[in-house]
């Protein structure tokens, strides 16, 4: 174990590539400072101690979706109680709140609704853009790309530019759940395969769209699964370099359906984030999202390899409806004392990871 160490310290130093096997090694180890260490040396090589923070909020458009993935608590079918759909004015008041309150960042994503016409996402977007020019709009998963393509029929590119000539400025990195084939047959059977999430999100960032990549970990899926998940992932971006941010999702388990799920512990949680730090060498960012993390542990995340917390949020639905514990809202002060109290510089950015100046 301890060549282990010292053969991978040595790489992190030079910036050279972690494999595939040493990552499994890591997972498979109890060191849990030793990891949290190297992934202390990687993030600082690239960050110093600099930590990001966005003020952003979260709109969850609609809970309806034709998928019923077994680990989602939010979502429902047409038929099912407790369905929603939001209307173009009670999106645009919430926009314009964030607006008041100070974001650069509306991040939406939402189910695959049976009868939305995808000229609702047109709109949704226009209408914010044309009363807020200046907010950034995150939004949608390569899930929900390629539902809208199969929606029109149009290819993935086109769709792609529609959105973009309406306003949308990038994407997050939702749907991607766990990449490898066996586990993704059985927490989410009827989501696009992970070659089909992979591949639109090449056409993404061949459209000149930048994304995030997560993945959901803590159910069912083997340390191998997830080395193999961030496997990809590095693959990808060494094709295409339009990742922004990594963003590991701590698996909440409350209202699913997978069968003896338990949650994630601190020690996987933190081990997971810095493991994902030390491998993914070709990601800029590691993400820590407090909403499925807990704000103690995502604070401690950021001696762990962590360079980015997100964000204010305001209203949060995923999460909350599968049991975080978290609280819906962050102030930006909130934020920066968390950050300042680790010993951390805080930095506002806009999405694109532009300063916009010291916390
Ligand atoms: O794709 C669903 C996950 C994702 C649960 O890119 C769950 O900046 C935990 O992608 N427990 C949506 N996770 C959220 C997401 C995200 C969040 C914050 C920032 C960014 C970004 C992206 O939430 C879904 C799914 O993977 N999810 N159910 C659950 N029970
Ligand atoms: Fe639908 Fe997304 Fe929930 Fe799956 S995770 S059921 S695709 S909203």
């Known amino acids: 174990m301890q060549r282990l160490f010292e053969t991978i310290r040595a790489k992190v130093e030079t910036g050279a ?4 096997a040493e990552a499994l090694a890591l997972f498979e180890s109890h060191d849990l400072l030793g990891i949290g260490e190297l992934a202390g040396v990687a993030n600082r090589r690239q960050n110093g101690d600099k930590v990001y923070f966005n003020v952003n909020r979260h709109i969850n458009y609609t809970n309806v979706c034709v998928n019923r993935c077994t680990f989602c608590a939010f979502s429902k079918s047409e038929e099912e109680d407790g369905g929603y759909t939001l209307a173009l004015n009670e999106i645009l ?3 314009a709140e964030a607006d008041e309150a100070g974001a650069t960042e509306i991040h939406m994503v939402g189910g695959l609704h049976p009868d939305l016409p995808f000229d609702f996402y047109l709109e949704m977007l226009g209408s914010i853009k044309a009363a807020h020019p200046r907010m950034h709009l995150k939004a949608f998963t390569a899930v929900e790309i390629d539902y809208f393509s199969k929606l029109t029929g149009m290819p993935v590119e086109q769709v792609i ?3 973009k000539a309406a306003g949308l400025g990038s994407m997050p990195g939702g749907g991607a759940e766990i990449l490898d084939k066996e586990v993704r047959q059985k927490i989410c059977p009827e989501k696009i395969s992970g070659e089909r999430w992979l591949e639109v999100i090449e056409t993404v960032h061949n459209e000149g769209l930048k994304t995030n990549a997560t993945m959901l970990f803590g159910h069912l899926e083997s340390h191998a699964a997830r080395v193999d998940h961030l496997s990809r992932l590095r693959r990808l971006q060494d094709k295409t370099g339009g990742f922004q941010a990594f963003i590991p999702l701590a698996f909440q388990p409350d209202n699913t359906r997978v069968p003896g799920a338990k949650g994630v512990g601190g020690v996987d949680a933190l081990k997971t984030l810095a493991i994902s730090r030390i ?3 070709n990601f800029q960012h590691i993400k820590a999202y407090w909403v499925m993390l807990g704000l103690k542990i995502a604070q401690v995340s950021l001696a762990f390899g ?8 305001v209203e949060e639905k995923i999460g909350h409806d599968a049991g975080a514990e978290s609280p819906q809202v962050l102030a930006r002060t909130q934020i920066v004392s968390m950050i300042r109290k680790a010993g951390k510089i805080p930095v ?8 916009l100046g010291e916390g």
């Open 161 to 163: 530019r529609s959105l």
């Open 348 to 355: 506002e950015r806009d999405t694109l990871y532009r300063e």
């Open 279 to 281: 491998y993914l060498d």
């Open 93 to 95: 008041d919430k926009v």
């Open 306 to 313: 962590v360079n980015d917390l997100d964000g204010t949020v």
């Open 17 to 20: 590539r972690v494999s595939d």
